[in-house]
């Protein structure tokens, strides 16, 4: 068990909705990533949180936001969802690490199928 | 950005055996981890690796920076070391997150 929570573990919708997604990071940890997982792109870093601020912008489309709350824990949104957007998406927390590095802890992940 | 290749792609062991993971980047990093995901999906961290040699249990990992590669090491494969392994890098510059393509693992009874 990494620390890391994620909820929900699977999720069904259809194209055009919108749904959100949960990470609650490690405790102590400040840091939240998410990546998405598809069969066609691999893995890919969407977005980072550190703190409440957005720190650094992967791969990650207009359609989908996100945001970290004071308690810490982050909600990614995805909006006006395509069949390509079904994947799964994980989130990590960081901890530092003396000497200067970081190492990420990855959640269980969200499964998420668009019909 | 960077690119990170993986190799091989695929392989497959029969219960026992020594295999060798290959991790190659084309510019300096700040961090390097390996992840195995199991087939149920989860990924689990392996090592933190930027540099230098670590070991755990049948698992150990090399990373040569100046050469631009890193090694992880599977011996006395088991049936529970299949899936897919993944090498992560941050770039030095740019604070961006990349991820191999993954070398698929099949351990045969």
């Known amino acids: 068990d990494s620390g890391v929570t994620q909820t929900p573990k699977h999720l069904i919708t259809a194209t055009g909705q919108r749904v959100t997604l949960r990470c609650s990071p490690r405790?102590?940890?400040?840091?939240v990533y998410w990546y998405q997982q598809s069969l066609d792109q691999g893995l890919q870093f969407l977005i980072q949180y550190y703190n409440g601020e957005e720190r650094a912008k992967g791969n990650i489309l207009e359609r989908f936001s996100a945001q970290q709350f004071p308690d810490l824990h982050s909600e990614l949104n995805l909006s006006s969802l395509e069949l390509g957007d079904s994947a799964l998406y994980f989130c990590?927390?960081?901890?530092?690490?003396?000497?200067?590095?970081?190492?990420?802890?990855f959640g269980p992940g969200t499964r998420l199928t668009v019909l | 950005g960077i690119q990170v290749e993986q190799s091989p792609p695929d392989l497959i062991l029969q219960e026992g055996a020594n295999s060798t993971l290959r991790c190659n980047f084309s510019d300096s990093v700040n961090n390097l981890q390996w992840f195995h995901q199991n087939p149920w999906g989860q990924l689990i961290n392996l090592f933190y690796i930027p540099s230098g040699t670590k070991q755990n249990g049948r698992l150990s990992a090399t990373t040569v920076a100046t050469e631009r590669y890193s090694l992880l090491y599977i011996s006395s494969s088991q049936t529970t070391d299949s899936g897919v392994y993944f090498c992560m890098l941050l770039k030095a510059a740019g604070n961006k997150l990349t991820f191999g393509g993954g070398t698929r693992v099949l351990v045969k009874p």
């Open positions: 405790s102590g940890d400040l840091s």
């Open positions: 990590a927390s960081r901890v530092e690490l003396a000497g200067g590095g970081n190492e990420q802890f």
